[in-house]
């Protein structure tokens, strides 16, 4: 019997960023879902198939200072979402991650979520700069190419 997309999405998640092993990397439980969903409702998205999701992403609408303290590597991404106050006026977004199943790749799916996402955000805060700590090359090519598309500065944190 197939797994359903959501396990597989799940273990490719732990797979890929190894959260359990990394302590500086936030873990998306029922907490950090509702502390994303507080922060802004386009926070989280995914695109599913009868069988749940095949792609997902994760933002963080937050502020410029908490911005640099993250990328001096003052504060990790779990004080990123800790520290973001939740109802303030966000002028910057982090791009924490985005994931799709093998199988869908190349379609364009994350970069749709995530432009999504970000469209959302832009219509109720004065975005002015993108974030980003990649993990892949694909990570890479995506930040870059959503800064592009709204013509924002991309920072990345470097490994």
């Known amino acids: 019997m197939p797994q359903d997309n959501l396990h597989r999405m799940v273990r490719l998640a732990e797979e890929f960023f190894d ?19 507080s922060l802004h ?19 963080i609408p937050t502020t ?23 109802g303030g006026t966000y002028d910057a977004i982090y791009l ?12 364009g799916l994350a970069r749709r979520l995530v432009t999504r996402a970000i469209r959302s955000i832009c219509e109720e805060h004065p975005i002015r700069d993108l974030f980003v700590w990649t993990f892949s090359v694909e990570g890479k090519k995506l930040a870059r190419s959503v800064a592009l598309e ?7 944190r470097a490994p």
């Open 19 to 37: 959260t359990k092993g990394d302590p500086e990397q936030l873990s998306v439980t029922e907490e950090v879902m509702e502390k994303l969903r």
């Open 41 to 59: 409702p386009a926070s989280m998205g995914e695109e599913t198939d009868g069988n749940g999701p095949i792609a997902w992403m994760l933002v």
């Open 64 to 86: 410029h200072d908490l911005m640099g303290q993250f990328l001096e590597k003052e504060i990790n991404e779990r004080e990123l979402l800790d520290r973001t106050p939740v």
């Open 96 to 107: 924490c991650s985005a994931l799709v199943l093998p199988e869908f790749r190349g379609r």
């Open 150 to 156: 709204f013509n924002l500065p991309l920072h990345e």
